[in-house]
């Protein structure tokens, strides 16, 4: 496993709260990565602040993808992993929102590479990143009229008679 340090996990925590105080909900260390969920309203913001911050230096966005817990108040979500090169530090922030308004800031101008990635987690989720140059289905056809990901379908047909669940232990 990666050792992080916690005396540089303790300085961006405490130039996150400094910097943005009431937006950051959370600040853990899961799998040994810290982790921030915040506000939607301060995702760009706060990118901004990881990448320009010349103490921490975040420049390199590893991922961003989309999330959902149906059962969850706030259900859809967005996950950015970020790396700083010169701290050798990955971390992961969270931001939820409604499933009545999944919108989030785009994070395109920030980082380039949010373009695609961006892309994807609407296609698959329906999130919609407000200011995004190019929103578009990027893997799926333009025509589809629902996103796959979603946790709104059964995972099996129910109406299957072909299939014997005792052969798979159930």
């Not at 230096?57 to 790396?83: K, M, S």
């Not at 949010?114 to 190019?134: K, L, Q, S, V, Y």
Request: with cysteine.
């Amino acid at each position: 496993m990666f050792k992080v340090d916690q005396d540089l996990v303790a300085r961006v925590s405490e130039k996150l709260t400094t910097q943005f105080g009431e937006a950051i909900l959370s600040a853990e260390i899961a799998d040994d990565m810290p982790v921030y969920t915040v506000k939607r309203e301060i995702i760009t913001a706060l990118l901004k602040f990881l990448y320009e911050d010349e103490s921490l230096q975040f420049r390199f966005l590893t991922d961003l993808c989309g999330i959902q817990y149906p059962e969850a108040e706030l259900p859809f979500g967005v996950i950015y992993h970020l790396h700083s090169f010169t701290q050798n530090l990955r971390i992961r922030v969270k931001s939820f929102a409604p499933a009545d308004d999944p919108v989030f800031p785009t994070a395109t101008t920030v980082f380039a590479a949010a373009n695609w990635m961006e892309r994807e987690t609407f296609d698959f989720f329906g999130i919609i990143f407000e200011g995004h140059p190019n929103l578009k289905r990027i893997l799926n056809m333009e025509d589809m009229d629902y996103f796959p990901m979603r946790k709104e379908y059964p995972l099996e047909d129910d109406t299957r008679e072909d299939k014997d669940d005792k052969m798979f232990g159930r």
